[in-house]
């Protein structure tokens, strides 16, 4: 068993370490959405210390994949997605810590109603224009939009 953990987690690292900038924002949204998922599925643990440690640990993880897409915006970008895009972050960023304080489930709702659409529209994109260098880049190890 050990082994095979050992090679599934290679396997990610080298999935990430070679995913293309478009590609790895992708894989933030599902890693969101896996926490979050998590988070909510808590909520039936009958333990209370367990359910609260469920939630606020899978809710802070996914609070930190929403802040590395905000801080990864390229706001240089001309027109209104970068600005968009960085309040509809921080829209779910607070609906989460929200979330975290209050234990309304609803919160967590609707933030990933909002990161489940973007993701739609990132994979559609990523389907019709596969690594376009106009619509992403990376930049010093982070990922920049380029609407």
């Given at each position: 068993m050990q082994s095979y953990e050992k090679v599934a987690k290679s396997y990610k690292a080298q999935s990430v370490q070679t995913a293309s900038p478009g590609k790895l924002v992708l894989m933030l949204f599902d890693g969101y959405l896996r926490f979050t998922t998590a988070a909510k599925k808590s909520w039936e643990e009958d333990d209370i210390v367990k359910k609260n440690e469920g939630i606020n640990n899978n809710l802070i993880r996914a609070q930190n994949i929403v802040t590395?897409?905000?801080?990864?915006?390229?706001?240089?970008?001309?027109?209104?997605?970068?600005?968009?895009?960085?309040?509809?972050?921080?829209?779910?960023?607070?609906?989460?810590?929200?979330?975290?304080?209050?234990?309304?489930?609803?919160?967590?709702?609707?933030?990933?109603?909002?990161?489940?659409?973007?993701?739609?529209?990132?994979?559609?994109?990523?389907?019709?224009?596969?690594?376009?260098?106009?619509?992403?880049s990376s930049q010093s190890g982070s990922i920049s939009l380029q609407a």
């Open positions: 590395e897409l905000q801080s990864s915006l390229d706001m240089s970008v001309p027109g209104d997605l970068p600005g968009t895009l960085f309040r509809l972050y921080d829209y779910v960023l607070t609906n989460l810590q929200q979330a975290n304080l209050t234990k309304e489930m609803q919160k967590i709702e609707e933030a990933d109603k909002v990161i489940s659409e973007l993701r739609e529209a990132w994979a559609e994109m990523l389907t019709q224009n596969p690594e376009n260098p106009s619509s992403t």
